[in-house]
């Protein structure tokens, strides 16, 4: 089929699926954007809602989970741009110092000025709902907003889109710049199957969405079935988050078409990646969440890397990065952290598959911001074979590393090479992080934090554009885990800067340091 045809086909569903009011309102974005740049330094109010509006079974294996509403808070460095003004609402209030870190990244701009153009609003609200529904929740908090805005000059981001974001952005009267929530199926576990296979991206074998245990086993076996040499399997929850729904299913010593009560049996053995999860809690998810499973990739030399791109509202896909992800969790399934840029022998792939991908979703009508997760294994011959596992059609773990720098340094990336240049024509490379955790650090504030940077000279450096800069300071205290993202000149030189932190940190944290707090203080004598 043609594009022609389907974008026939998409336009004459999409009214069925999509508000009126919010296509109306979608289309605003199309009239303003010129490109990507003048769309980033216009004169607009930017509302950002970073609700992270997921099943809440699945945010709830995460630690600190509230606090992720900080993630999106890179969105300050935009107050660099003197025409801009940002409205960032969250859960419960920010830390002052957290704040005032953030504009004071920004170089050439009055502390005074950037604040004056930032307006922070919260719902007071610390229960796990999700905060849109906080938001829509409180007419008289929304009322304000609008106030705040200047509606004919102002656009909506968030971290995911869901029904309750495009309410949202409906009741403000103002465009969201991302997918509408319409097409969320194809930042699934199975719709991402769907597009990888229309687009012809290789991908491992794997099933449709089931949506009970024994559809789920007889896909299980007749995976094992097309596919004898089989070893291990991946059961997914739909919509899990950073690997979190996962769970590895042992096939060894099967048949070709194992029984199903074997299959049954192995379910209750999963080894699941959330450390909280059982096969009991895990089942009961399958109903409404659904569930796929697809063949697990073995291989001695193996990365997860990752492809970040963007759809503009002309329907222009660009791509923005690629990341080697660091991955955890008993079997290397979640998602701890990520290094920029991708290796050089797989990184122009997984450009080419990521544009494949991007183009497809645009002919769907997506919007903004997705990534794709791929499995890269080294054969003995030194070739890569690279698989794509997922689409996300949200923010991901590797968007607010990539924006920070980029904002920072106002630099572009070249997908000649897949590097990134500085304004200068210096590459730059980072290693980040949103789990540098430990118990030790529990207890420590956000302003603790900012004496240790301090002292330590852990900042980010404007005139060299080199350091480190923080993130998720909210969990700190509660949880002792921390977002950071360390931007150096050679891949070399970010290990360090990340690795500098963690030492400080720790010394920070020490017996000996912690010793020295409880000395009694006098005055030195006269």
């Known amino acids: 089929m043609d594009l022609s045809a389907i974008r026939s086909i998409v336009d004459t569903a999409l009214p069925r699926s999509i508000p009126e009011e919010f296509q109306s309102l979608q289309t605003k974005l199309r009239d303003c954007w010129q490109s990507v740049d003048l769309f980033d330094t216009g004169d607009y109010d930017i509302v950002v809602i970073?609700?992270?509006?997921?099943?809440?079974?699945?945010?709830?294996?995460?630690?600190g989970f509230l606090h992720y509403e900080e993630r999106c808070l890179f969105s300050l460095i935009r107050l660099r741009n003197p025409r801009t003004r940002l409205i960032y609402i969250t859960s419960q209030p920010l830390h002052p110092s957290i704040i005032d870190y953030y504009l004071q990244l920004l170089p050439g701009i009055p502390f005074s000025h950037a604040r004056n153009r930032l307006l922070l609003f919260s719902t007071y609200d610390a229960s796990p709902k999700a905060l849109t529904q906080k938001i829509l929740e409180r007419p008289r908090l929304m009322e304000r907003i609008r106030r705040a805005m200047r509606s004919d000059r102002?656009?909506?981001i968030c971290y995911n889109a869901t029904d309750l974001e495009r309410d949202l952005s409906v009741q403000l009267g103002i465009p969201l710049f991302a997918t509408d929530p319409a097409l969320g199926e194809f930042g699934t576990k199975s719709g991402s199957r769907q597009i990888f296979a229309e687009c012809q991206v290789p991908h491992p074998d794997g099933s449709p969405l089931v949506h009970t245990v024994d559809d789920l086993a007889r896909e299980t076996q007749a995976l094992k079935y097309r596919n004898p040499e089989l070893q291990r399997c991946v059961v997914k929850l739909n919509e899990g988050f950073s690997g979190e729904g996962n769970a590895l299913l042992n096939l060894r010593e099967l048949d070709d078409r194992p029984p199903l009560p074997e299959i049954h049996r192995r379910f209750q053995t999963m080894r699941f990646q959330a450390s909280n999860e059982t096969w009991d809690t895990f089942k009961q998810c399958i109903p409404e969440l659904g569930a796929i499973v697809e063949g697990f990739v073995e291989g001695e030399v193996k990365r997860s890397p990752s492809v970040q791109g963007r759809i503009n509202p002309c329907g222009r896909v660009e791509i923005l990065s690629t990341h080697d992800q660091i991955l955890g969790g008993p079997d290397g399934q979640i998602f701890l952290g990520c290094e920029f840029p991708a290796h050089a022998d797989y990184r122009l792939k997984l450009q080419h598959y990521g544009q494949l991908v991007g183009e497809k979703l645009g002919q769907y009508g997506a919007l903004e911001r997705y990534g794709v997760d791929f499995v890269v294994v080294q054969r003995e011959s030194g070739q890569w074979d690279v698989e794509a596992i997922e689409i996300n059609l949200r923010k991901g773990g590797t968007t607010h590393p990539f924006m920070a720098m980029k904002l920072l340094t106002m630099g572009q990336y070249n997908t000649e090479d897949g590097r990134f240049y500085s304004l200068q024509g210096q590459p730059k490379y980072y290693k980040a992080t949103d789990n540098l955790e430990k118990s030790r650090y529990q207890g420590l504030l956000p302003s603790d934090l900012m004496d240790a940077i301090a002292f330590n000279q852990l900042h980010f450096d404007t005139s060299t554009e080199t350091g480190?800069?923080?993130h998720l300071m909210g969990c700190l205290s509660e949880f002792g885990k921390l977002g950071m993202t360390s931007i150096g000149n050679s891949r070399e030189e970010a290990e360090t800067l990340y690795q500098q932190v963690s030492t400080a940190l720790d010394r920070e944290t020490?017996?000996?340091?912690?010793?020295?707090?409880t000395m009694p203080f006098s005055w030195p004598s006269a």
């Open 50 to 63: 970073p609700s992270v509006t997921l099943d809440a079974h699945e945010l709830e294996k995460v630690r």
């Open 154 to 156: 102002a656009y909506a």
């Open 468 to 470: 480190t800069v923080f």
């Open 510 to 517: 020490s017996d000996e340091a912690m010793a020295r707090l």
